[in-house]
């Protein structure tokens, strides 16, 4: 689990509170400097609070971190949110960290990475740096709105987005409410 400094810090978060509770999961935690200073910001959360939510955390100066290989067996990545600096050095390949460096082992080794881009508008490099991370196999899930469900507060939207990144690794979460159909 990466976490940098876009806002949207609470839905990594979530993340890694779902993570938690899901049986034989392992995570790993590494935070941009920019997601220490979001967390405080946005949700006056103390960052060594949030890494005791992971089973390991790293910090993100540590190339030589065990998530840094890629003999070290991972089933894949999330990072949430992701800065759309994050994203471009990720799309790049440009490792100058260790959130960048493990989500680029993570593709280069054939496993999931999945990222959560938290920007509005989005320029034209921005949508450029989506689409080659879309091509390279990254799986891109904004932040989006959910009108079909019912999700009326933020919790419940942020629930959504959390719902939608564990189905990318096949992980129910009882606070998600997919569409069922209109008779559903």
């Known amino acids: 689990m990466g976490m940098s400094g ?24 590494v935070m941009s ?8 910001a946005e949700e006056g959360l103390d960052p060594a609070r949030v890494r005791t939510l992971a089973d390991v955390a790293y910090d993100d100066g540590d190339l030589a971190a065990a ?16 800065s759309m600096k994050s994203l471009s050095a990720i799309a790049n390949a440009y490792d100058d960290g260790l959130l960048v460096r493990a989500a680029d082992v993570c593709r280069k080794e ?24 879309a091509e390279d196999g990254y ?3 904004p932040p989006m709105l959910t009108f079909y469900n019912g999700s009326e ?11 939608k990144v564990l189905l990318q690794f096949g992980i129910a979460y009882e606070r998600f409410r997919p569409w069922e159909g209109r008779d559903g």
């Open 6 to 29: 876009a806002s949207g810090a609470r839905i990594g978060v979530c993340v890694l509170e779902a993570l938690a509770a899901v049986p034989d999961v392992e995570t790993h935690l």
């Open 33 to 40: 400097r920019g997601a220490e200073a979001v967390l405080s």
């Open 67 to 82: 998530i840094a290989s890629g003999s070290f067996v991972t089933e894949g990545m999330i990072v949430a949110p992701c």
């Open 110 to 133: 054939g496993r999931r990475v999945v990222l959560v881009p938290r920007e509005m508008p989005l320029s034209v490099a921005h949508c450029r740096n989506l689409l080659r991370a």
């Open 139 to 141: 799986a891109v899930v």
């Open 153 to 163: 507060t933020l919790d419940a939207q942020v629930d959504h987005v959390v719902g």
